[in-house]
């Protein structure tokens, strides 16, 4: 099983295309929203091209799975033939259930209780645009960062789940940023 993780892609299509040069041989992608709109706070990007990124993300090979992001609209949705509207996606891959949702419309701890309740291994959130794994007793939070308007260290990222790890890569060297296993999970 090879996932891709991606959030905060804001309409940049050639960001989309360079994430999915890291998810070559995935399975599914996962996305935890923001997926066309740049957002009233972001900056506009010479490479934000919506209306590509549409024709990019309707024409995807791989399978995608899509939380809804705070800039996400019914307009976006109208765009998209996938659906983007669920603040929370919930699958189980192989064994391993996992959540997907933006994480705007909670704090970080209601959010952990949330997934905790449901039985979740893994939480894909986004909206922070800020990269990172980190673990919270059995469950294990990921945010994939943006591939497009990333803050803290700058780093445009996305992720990978593979087996029974998550690994987060930088978008311009493709080099690895972070990686976690799984707390005690058998799959």
């Not at 994430?19 to 506009?44: Q, R, S």
């Not at 943006?146 to 930088?170: A, C, H, Q, T």
Request: glycine share 12%; net charge negative.
């Amino acid at each position: 099983m090879r996932v891709g993780l991606i959030s905060d892609t804001h309409g940049d299509a050639a960001a989309w295309r360079r994430a999915m040069k890291i998810f070559e041989g995935c399975e599914l992608i996962l996305h935890a929203g923001d997926h066309l709109y740049h957002g009233a706070f972001n900056p506009v990007l010479p490479t934000y091209d919506p209306k590509e990124l549409t024709r990019e993300m309707n024409e995807c090979a791989i399978p995608v799975l899509h939380a809804r992001g705070n800039c996400d609209s019914d307009v976006d949705q109208s765009a998209l033939q996938d659906p983007i509207m669920s603040p929370y996606v919930f699958c189980r891959l192989e064994g391993l259930n996992v959540m997907v949702t933006h994480g705007d419309s909670m704090d970080k701890t209601a959010l952990v209780e949330l997934a905790l309740a449901y039985g979740v291994h893994l939480l894909v959130r986004g909206h922070t645009h800020i990269h990172g794994i980190w673990e919270h007793g059995p469950l294990l939070v990921c945010n994939p960062g943006s591939p497009s308007l990333p803050k803290g260290d700058g780093i445009p990222s996305v992720g990978i789940l593979e087996e029974d790890r998550v690994s987060l890569y930088d978008l311009g060297s493709g080099g690895l940023l972070a990686g976690r296993d799984l707390p005690g999970i058998v799959t």
